[in-house]
């Protein structure tokens, strides 16, 4: 007999991992959006800084900054739409696995060509 009831304890399944990757990929796109903010007003404060943090985008390191940042917006957006049908959708929670399923796959089948694409112009 197990110690607690049946259906009490959340083990880690999808419905977990689709949660923290939410969060992170809702404070990764925080951080963006607000370092995006400061380096547009930069403008206002000085052309010359702003060029200069132009400049700094042209770089690889950064180009790989915008892979992480297209996969965290890509799965954010989705899971959202996931989210939202889980919510107001009677039927939701009962296709919750299926509908986290399709995420990853919507989320492959638009992330990959993104990758191809912006590499072999950034490289």
């Known amino acids: 007999m197990p110690s607690a009831p049946a259906g009490t304890l959340y083990r880690g399944r ?3 991992w689709t949660w923290v990757a ?7 796109l925080f951080f963006f959006l607000f370092a995006h903010v400061i380096d547009t007003a930069l403008v206002n404060v ?3 800084a702003y060029n200069t943090a132009l400049d700094t985008y042209k770089t690889p390191v950064v180009a790989l900054m915008e892979v992480g940042l297209v996969a965290g917006v890509l799965f954010h957006a989705f899971n959202g739409l996931r989210i939202v049908a889980v919510d107001f959708w009677s039927q939701g929670p009962r296709y919750q696995r299926h ?8 989320w492959v089948l638009l992330f990959v060509p993104f990758v191809v694409r912006h ?5």
């Open 14 to 16: 999808d419905g977990m």
């Open 119 to 123: 590499l072999m112009n950034a490289f």
């Open 99 to 106: 509908m986290s399923a399709a995420v990853v796959g919507v």
């Open 22 to 28: 939410h969060r992170i990929t809702g404070v990764m």
């Open 46 to 48: 000085s052309p010359e």
